[in-house]
């Protein structure tokens, strides 16, 4: 029998991991705007339970406040003529059974706890609320909003984006958090800022009850910090100005004499840092953060130009599309007002429901799957779903001219906190998925169906490109070269959203049913 239940709790135990794993994978509520939304009808259920329990306490509270009146009102009678009181044989007989009865309720009253209901009302929910690989995440894109934008994160704290104020800012709690999770990935440098940060907010504020947090555990953690940065001094003017609070503290005298002792001895406590790129403070800004922070030169090109094109089909004889010629190697182009609002609107409310976290086509795993580099949620339509899927692909084929049988479906996308996708290739350049049958990739069509306040750019780092979005525009590029071999010029990443949601909708063209409309060249 024992050892039946415990077969019971395991299989619990596992249902439970399982339910969690599940729902890190199809929750990943920052990778997505319109994922996010939900979590703020959530958290307005989460204070009506709040506000329930105030009121609960507040009801206890008047009934005890109304109950100390009359008590004191009938034990100041009594005390006043004590003699006279107690020898009346009713007084006594009341206070009698108020002291061996009443007390008692009184004590199981008290021990009565309020809020039990509330507090199942929010275990309840915990399914749906975010996760610690959630907060991971969170981190993980305000951090790279910062580093690829090259933010100050004293800046960031008291919502300075990118020289704009907004009205908003972060809590030591927020701080502290960053600063936790940047130290466990090894990010030291970012630790140490967000932790300094974290001190700053704690002279000025004050954390209301129950959320507290001690200046000196603060302290320590910023000590440990610099300590692993190789910054023994100022580990140990940390930790002097942490004494002086706590003069006593045996963990922190204990820190002292760590400090002091490898100062002398001049041991290192320096850690190795990651090669990530952004874990250098001081390095200079990459092709691909240039980009986006818009740093690259204006095209000179004379042959770049704009104008009606109404030759790529028969259709735009009648209905003519504008077109930004952007680039020539690889030919890029930018469609202007070619998705109404209505349509937009339409494709977001298509979408939604089905948003899935975006993964990305492994080679070596012959698999999609979800990876860092790959921040947003996904809804894919097939070409027939109704008859806007139906317009839009024969728009595409208008811009584009190409058949698009055998091409892949709709994508529909949206871009949550940081939201961005690295740089990558849209070919495959290999035969171990579905291009063995239709083709690479021989274009990409990707329509913008939102304006992004800041940030959400598509770079092309190798030629110096970057396309801001613009509601209702499309770009289209070839990914092959006209011998269709891949063209590694068409290397391109989207840029962290900074402020904003960003909705876009993309598609594939494969290259196998254009052998008519553009023929393999030789080299």
Same mark, same amino acid.
């Given at each position: 029998m024992a050892?039946?239940?415990?077969l019971?709790?395991?299989?619990?135990? /596992?249902c439970?991991v399982?339910r969690?794993v599940h729902?890190?994978?199809?929750?990943s509520?920052?990778?997505? &705007?319109a994922?996010?939304?939900?979590l703020?009808?959530?958290?307005d259920q989460?204070?009506?339970n709040?506000e329930?329990y105030a009121?609960?306490?507040?009801?206890?509270l008047?009934? &005890?406040r109304r109950?100390?009146?009359s008590?004191?009102?009938?034990?100041?009678?009594a005390r006043?003529?004590t003699?006279d009181?107690l020898?009346n044989p009713?007084?006594?007989?009341?206070?009698?059974r108020?002291m061996?009865?009443?007390w008692?309720?009184?004590?199981?009253?008290?021990e009565d706890?309020?809020?039990l209901?509330? $507090?199942?009302?929010?275990q309840?929910l915990?399914? %749906?609320?975010p996760?610690? /690989?959630?907060?991971?995440?969170?981190v993980s894109?305000l951090?790279?909003?910062?580093?690829?934008y090259?933010l100050?994160?004293?800046?960031i704290?008291?919502g300075?984006?990118?020289?704009n104020?907004? #009205?908003?800012?972060?809590?030591a709690?927020d701080s502290?958090a960053? $600063?936790q999770?940047l130290f466990?990935?090894?990010?030291?440098?970012?630790a140490?800022?967000?932790?300094?940060?974290?001190? /700053?907010?704690?002279?000025?504020?004050?954390l209301a009850?129950p959320f507290?947090? $001690?200046?000196d555990?603060?302290?320590?953690f910023?000590?440990? /910090?610099?300590?692993k940065?190789?910054?023994k001094?100022?580990?140990?003017k940390v930790?002097?100005?942490?004494l002086?609070?706590?003069?006593?503290?045996?963990?922190?005298?204990?820190?002292?004499?760590?400090i002091?002792?490898?100062?002398r001895?001049?041991t290192?406590?320096?850690q190795?840092?990651?090669t990530?790129?952004?874990?250098?403070?001081?390095?200079?800004p990459?092709?691909y953060e240039?980009?986006?922070r818009?740093?690259?030169p204006?095209?000179?090109?004379s042959k770049l130009?704009?104008?009606?094109?109404?030759?790529t089909? #028969?259709?735009?004889?009648?209905?003519?599309?504008?077109?930004?010629?952007?680039?020539?190697?690889p030919y890029m182009?930018?469609?202007?007002d070619?998705?109404?609002?209505?349509e937009?609107?339409?494709?977001k409310?298509?979408a939604?429901?089905?948003?899935?976290?975006?993964?990305?086509?492994k080679?070596?795993?012959?698999?999609?799957?979800? &990876?860092k580099?790959?921040?947003?949620?996904?809804a894919?339509?097939p070409?027939s779903?109704n008859?806007l899927t139906?317009r839009?692909?024969?728009?595409?084929?208008?811009m584009?001219?190409?058949?698009l049988s055998?091409? %892949?479906?709709?994508q529909?996308?949206?871009?949550?906190?940081?939201?961005h996708?690295?740089?990558?290739?849209d070919?495959f350049?290999?035969?171990?998925?579905?291009?063995a049958?239709t083709g690479?990739?021989? $274009?990409t069509?990707l329509?913008?169906m939102?304006d992004?306040?800041q940030?959400g750019?598509?770079v092309f780092?190798t030629i110096?490109?970057?396309?801001y979005?613009q509601r209702?525009?499309?770009?289209m590029?070839?990914?092959?070269k006209d011998?269709?071999? #891949?063209?590694e010029l068409?290397?391109h990443a989207?840029?962290?959203?900074l402020?904003?949601s960003?909705?876009?909708c993309n598609k594939?063209i494969?290259e196998?049913?254009q052998?008519?409309?553009?023929?393999c060249?030789?080299?």
């Open positions: 050892s039946f239940k415990w019971i709790s395991l299989m619990l135990l /596992t439970q399982l969690q729902s890190v994978e199809e929750a509520h920052c990778t997505s &705007v994922g996010m939304v939900k703020l009808e959530l958290e989460l204070i009506q709040l329930d009121d609960e306490l507040e009801k206890k008047d009934t &005890v109950s100390i009146d008590l004191r009102l009938e034990n100041q009678k006043s003529t003699v009181y020898s009713l007084n006594s007989f009341s206070l009698i108020r061996n009865r009443d008692l309720i009184w004590q199981l009253y008290m706890q309020v809020g209901t509330q $507090a199942d009302k929010i309840s915990r399914e %749906e609320m996760t610690s /690989t959630d907060v991971e995440e969170a894109a951090d790279r909003i910062q580093v690829t090259g100050k994160v004293e800046d704290a008291k300075l984006l990118n020289g104020q907004y #009205p908003v800012s972060l809590t709690l502290y960053m $600063a999770i466990d990935q090894g990010r030291l440098y970012g140490s800022r967000w932790i300094y940060q974290t001190l /700053t907010w704690m002279e000025n504020f004050k009850e507290l947090l $001690a200046k555990e603060v302290r320590t910023y000590a440990e /910090t610099l300590l940065l190789n910054q001094a100022d580990a140990l930790v002097n100005i942490a002086t609070d706590k003069p006593h503290d045996i963990k922190l005298l204990v820190k002292k004499m760590e002091e002792a490898l100062i001895t001049g290192s406590n320096q190795p840092q990651p990530n790129p952004l874990s250098n403070p001081n390095s200079h990459t092709l240039m980009g986006c818009g740093m690259y204006p095209s000179t090109d130009l704009c104008r009606y094109n109404s030759t089909t #028969p259709f735009l004889t009648l209905a003519p599309l504008k077109m930004e010629v952007v680039g020539l190697n182009v930018i469609y202007h070619v998705l109404s609002t209505a937009i609107e339409e494709m409310e298509m939604t429901p089905s948003l899935k976290r975006a993964t990305v086509f080679a070596s795993e012959g698999k999609n799957t979800v &990876v580099t790959r921040t947003s949620k996904v894919w339509f070409d779903y008859s139906l839009l692909n024969a728009r595409i084929n208008d584009t001219g190409f058949d055998g091409s %892949e479906m709709l529909l996308m949206n871009y949550g906190l940081g939201g996708y690295d740089r990558h290739y070919f350049n290999t035969t171990q998925n579905s291009s049958l690479d990739r021989i $274009a069509v329509f913008y939102s992004v306040e940030g750019a598509t780092p110096h490109k970057t396309v979005p209702g525009s499309a770009i590029w070839y990914n092959l011998d269709g071999e #891949p063209d068409t290397l989207a840029c962290p959203v402020v904003g960003k909705w876009v594939w494969r196998r049913a052998f008519r409309s553009r023929p060249l030789k080299k």
